[in-house]
């Protein structure tokens, strides 16, 4: 018996699907660098989209990089000298022509972080296309911003942000702490929404663990090492740990310019530790499922900086970890204190120490914790649903703006 041609009504959909996704309204995706592994909720997000055909627009290509099979308009994307010219004069004047012709083509701009929604709203101006700004934390938390500390894409930004309230359509704030900071930087109230960024929740259906009796505790941590992750505190917190008879074990997943001061400090006080750079999402979620507590020492810096919510809290319960964490910033939105994690005061090294013990002397909590987590992530922040919600903001926006 022959190969049988597909039913018609097959070839028919088929065809209708061509026709629905040539349809399908068109979102840019606006960023200063495509796309860095601390950033891949961008692609998370837009990976998502099922009425919306995003496309990544960005200054300069970055490696490593977050690889998507999205679309990508870029203007320095191999470094050589003359894309360098370009993004400079784009940066400088918010003038280019290959920009310009790929917002023409979409409906809605979204930025991601303040200083990039400044950078693309004079095109989206121009072009009179509605712009959404998220704002991701620093944008709204650091007090003072300047050319030589912060550089001058921060700076423009810093010097016409009032400006960028005015052009935008909505600010999304990636939760209600940094909604509070955005308007007292003077963002129209009506203006910021909570749109908090959701996880993909299949990635975690590998069980975490089970730890074997006599094996140490292992307690994990991941964040760029800089001053208002609080790495200090932490290592403070697991030595006194370790002082009161706890046999355990550090893990720490990220890089920055404070790691060899931190390895000094877990050197001298430490019996079991472990630094692990800077990592690919997939492979610091094999870390976290071979952990045991995840531990979050973001604390506020003077300056105004410290954690705007927390997406690792949340990857940290979806693999099944109860969180013990400083309460600052957004952070106490990220979990369920009391059931899926313990919340210390802030900078507060012993108090921090003591939830840890907690954990490790109640294993029936623990356990409640360990299996409460996935399901307050799943309920609350599953990046389906989320994206869901933004898209239907979109739609909102075009329709009042059109």
């Known amino acids: 018996m022959g190969i049988q041609a597909a039913p018609r009504r097959h070839q028919h959909d088929y065809a209708l699907s061509v026709i629905r996704f040539d349809l399908m309204r068109k979102a840019a995706v606006f960023l200063n660098q495509c796309l860095p592994l601390s950033e891949v909720f961008v692609a998370h997000q837009a990976q998502a989209f099922t009425r919306y055909r995003p496309t990544l627009i960005a200054c300069r290509k970055v490696s490593p990089s977050v690889e998507t099979k999205l679309p990508e308009i870029i203007l320095n994307k191999t470094g050589s000298l003359k894309e360098k010219i370009q993004e400079t004069v784009f940066k400088a004047t918010g003038y280019n022509s290959l920009l310009q012709k790929s917002i023409r083509d979409c409906d809605i701009v979204h930025a991601h972080f303040g200083p990039v929604g400044w950078l693309a709203s004079g095109i989206a101006m121009r072009e009179k296309k509605p712009l959404v700004v998220t704002l991701h934390g620093f944008d709204v938390l650091k007090n003072e911003i300047s050319i030589k500390t912060d550089g001058p894409l921060q700076a423009s930004y810093a010097a016409n942000r009032k400006k960028l309230a005015q052009r935008a359509s909505a600010f999304l704030c990636v939760s209600d702490y940094i909604k509070q900071r955005a308007i007292e930087f003077g963002f129209p109230e009506e203006k910021c929404h909570v749109e908090y960024l959701g996880i993909p929740m299949p990635q975690f259906e590998t069980p975490k663990r089970q730890r074997n009796t006599g094996e140490p505790y292992r307690l994990f941590a991941a964040g760029r090492l800089v001053p208002f992750k609080g790495h200090t505190k932490l290592i403070e917190a697991a030595a006194i740990v370790q002082e009161a008879g706890y046999d355990i074990e550090l893990h720490i997943a990220g890089d920055g310019y404070l790691r060899a001061e931190l390895e000094a400090q877990a050197a001298a006080s430490l019996k079991k530790y472990k630094f692990h750079g800077a990592q690919t999402h997939e492979n610091m979620m094999t870390l976290m499922r071979e952990s045991d507590i995840f531990c979050h020492s973001s604390m506020h810096m003077p300056n105004g900086q410290t954690e705007a919510f927390g997406l690792v809290v949340l990857e940290a319960q979806c693999a099944g970890l109860p969180v013990v964490a400083f309460a600052s910033g957004g952070v106490p939105e990220a979990l369920d204190a009391g059931k ?55 739609d909102r926006i075009i329709a009042h703006e059109s």
């Open 340 to 394: 899926t994690g313990l919340l210390a005061e802030e900078g507060n090294a012993e108090e921090f120490a003591a939830k840890i013990i907690t954990l490790i002397d109640h294993p029936d909590l623990y356990q409640k914790m360990s299996d409460a987590a996935p399901f307050f992530v799943q309920e609350n922040f599953d990046n389906r649903a989320q994206v869901i919600k933004l898209e239907d903001m979109f």
